[in-house]
């Protein structure tokens, strides 16, 4: 569908697949969903979370191939969590440092450390680095901002993209 591979949960309800370039009325949108759950306290693996949360090295390779064959050039990147490069810069803006005692934090600290360890922001650093793209959204961080002027969490906020 639009040119790339979708998930079907329901006759209502699709889901863009990971690593696919789907082309919407003339706009082209990489898809990138995923990333390590940061809120662990009180959760069970294969209940609340998932390891299959982060994006396999399959699934990695995949977006990298298809990235190349669509000219490393997408017009927007729909993904779950940021580059690490934006990560790190609210690592500061936070004063979070990831030399700290991990053990010394508070729970805050911690998740955002856990983002930027996280391999699916070293992947979509990897990514940025080399395709050219006009736009860049994703929400994991739970707040509604923009960065850079091409990098925008969104949370409470709904946009109209096109």
Same mark, same amino acid.
């Given at each position: 569908? $639009?040119?790339? &591979? ?32 940061? +809120?662990?306290?009180?959760?069970? @693996? ?6 299959? !949360? ?29 580059? &690490? ?9 936070? +004063?979070?440092?990831? @030399? ?6 508070? !729970? $805050? ?8 360890? +996280?391999?699916?922001?070293? $992947? ?10 006009? %736009? ?5 961080? %739970? ?12 949370? +409470?906020?709904?946009? @109209?993209?096109?």
């Amino acid at each position: 569908m $639009f040119g790339g &591979k979708v998930g079907i949960i329901n006759d209502k309800l699709l889901y863009l697949r990971r690593g696919e370039i789907f082309d919407i009325e003339g706009h082209t949108f990489f898809c990138m969903g995923g990333a390590r759950t940061t +809120d662990l306290i009180g959760r069970i @693996e294969g209940i609340h979370y998932f390891r299959e !949360e982060i994006p396999s090295s399959k699934e990695m390779c995949y977006a990298i191939d298809n990235l190349e064959a669509h000219g490393n050039k997408v017009d927007y990147i729909l993904a779950h969590t940021l580059p &690490k490069n934006l990560v790190k810069y609210l690592l500061n803006e936070y +004063d979070v440092d990831t @030399e700290d005692d991990v053990s010394r934090l508070d !729970e $805050f600290a911690k998740q955002m450390i856990m983002r930027y360890e +996280d391999p699916t922001s070293s $992947f979509l650093q990897v990514v940025c680095d080399r395709i050219k793209f006009e %736009h860049y959204y994703c929400g994991h961080f %739970h707040e509604d901002r923009t960065m850079g002027g091409r990098f925008t969490i969104l949370y +409470d906020k709904v946009i @109209e993209l096109i």
